[in-house]
């Protein structure tokens, strides 16, 4: 399984960006699908997670700003980012995690997939 992330770019503070997020094949059950971001010189970092059952959550620093969506059944997921900040700029990865098999969803043995990565700058 791939995971293809795009939509970053430059982007003026106060702009918006849509990223989004694909599987390369159909996956047999996607238990989350989450945004991660990862700073020049940070660690990778929690931004957004969209549980099967359609349940979201975001960190402290985007929940007002940041919307995580998608759809579990195509395997794609969206973050909708508003009034973007420089601080935002980093490098924003995909996750999905997922029963890649019926055999795998009989042991509860989960895998988790990562993107590439796509790059948002915001800078004026």
């Known amino acids: 399984v791939q995971l293809q992330a795009s939509g970053g770019g430059l982007v003026h503070p106060g702009g918006s960006l849509t990223l989004s997020c694909t599987a390369s094949v159909s996956i047999y059950r996607v238990v989350t699908m989450s945004w991660y971001l990862q700073a020049p010189g940070q660690q990778r970092e929690f931004v957004a997670r969209m549980s099967s059952g359609g349940t979201t959550d975001s960190s402290d620093s985007v929940k007002d700003r940041f919307t995580i969506s998608g759809d579990i059944a195509n395997n794609v997921v969206y973050l909708q980012m508003n009034a973007l900040e420089p601080e935002d700029t980093a490098v924003y990865y995909c996750?999905?995690?997922?029963?890649?098999?019926?055999?795998?969803?009989?042991?509860?043995?989960?895998?988790?997939?990562w993107g590439q990565g796509t790059l948002v700058t915001v800078s004026s």
């Open positions: 996750n999905f995690q997922v029963y890649a098999s019926l055999y795998d969803y009989g042991k509860r043995r989960r895998q988790d997939y």
